[in-house]
């Protein structure tokens, strides 16, 4: 049974940081993506940044570019999102999910084999 954890969430002040991490279980880590998505109150879940699991291939939405870092531990099975200077439209419930890796660059909710529960990121001006 695939099993993703997403943890990490919290409140930060703009311009803080947190990281978000997604233990990942029941399906081989290095032949996907995962990726990380996130839904604002009132909008429609959008996808935030992913990591090919096998060679380290990343890629992130505009809006976090040179702020998030997305990176993978295949020893703990483990994603990890780094969200530095954070600004208060970073706040959303974050998810993690696994997708093939061709889905990577696009991020197509409808692509996504399995979710994890969401994590709350609130960020205060």
């Known amino acids: 049974e695939v099993q993703l954890q997403a943890s990490g969430g919290g409140s930060a002040q703009a311009g803080g940081s947190l990281r978000l991490s997604c233990a990942a279980s029941?399906?081989?880590?290095?032949?996907?993506?995962i990726g990380w998505f996130r839904q604002a109150p009132g909008m429609v879940r959008e996808g935030v940044s992913s990591?090919?699991?096998?060679?380290?291939?990343?890629y992130y939405r505009d809006s976090v570019k040179g702020r998030f870092t997305i990176s993978s531990d295949s020893a703990q099975n483990t994603v990890y999102l780094q969200m530095n200077s954070l600004k208060p439209e970073d706040t959303a419930v974050y998810y993690c999910g696994i997708l093939r890796r061709r889905w990577r660059l696009t991020l197509p909710l409808n692509r996504v084999d399995a979710w994890g529960k969401g994590t709350l990121v609130t960020v205060s001006s």
């Open positions: 990591i090919d699991t096998s060679d380290g291939d990343t």
């Open positions: 029941g399906f081989a880590f290095d032949e996907y993506a």
